[in-house]
């Protein structure tokens, strides 16, 4: 974040270019559907920028706090796999998300 937010401040980038190179493109790009946007069906993944400063100052991740004035304090975390992968992660015990490599860009031209 910090380095993003430093090419913000200097000029090379608008926050909305930063947002959409650290939060939309790799969303999409993992066909991420629900992780893009805020609208209906968004599922509540939100970081606070202190702009300023140049860091991130809050996170938010399926509706809980997991990080304040910088320091992590969620626990847990969850494994990002694909259908193939699903059973391995789940035979350790891990919580997993599934990308949908159907809605991902990885196979496009």
């Not at 970081?47 to 400063?53: M, Q, R, S």
């Not at 990885?106 to 031209?109: E, W």
């Given at each position: ?34 992780k893009w946007h805020l609208g209906e ?59 949908d490599l159907e809605k991902s860009r990885?196979?496009?031209?």
């Open positions: 974040m910090e380095s993003g937010l430093s090419l913000v401040k200097f000029g090379a980038l608008t926050i909305e270019e930063f947002v959409e190179k650290t939060s939309v493109n790799p969303a999409k790009m993992f066909g991420r559907v629900s069906g968004a599922d509540a993944d939100v970081t606070v920028l202190d702009l300023e400063n140049g860091k991130a100052v809050m996170g938010i991740a399926k509706g809980e706090v997991i990080m304040i004035d910088g320091v992590v304090v969620g626990k847990d975390g969850t494994v990002v796999t694909t259908k193939a992968g699903a059973q391995s992660v789940e035979e350790m015990g891990m919580k997993y998300d599934l990308v990885f196979y496009q031209n």
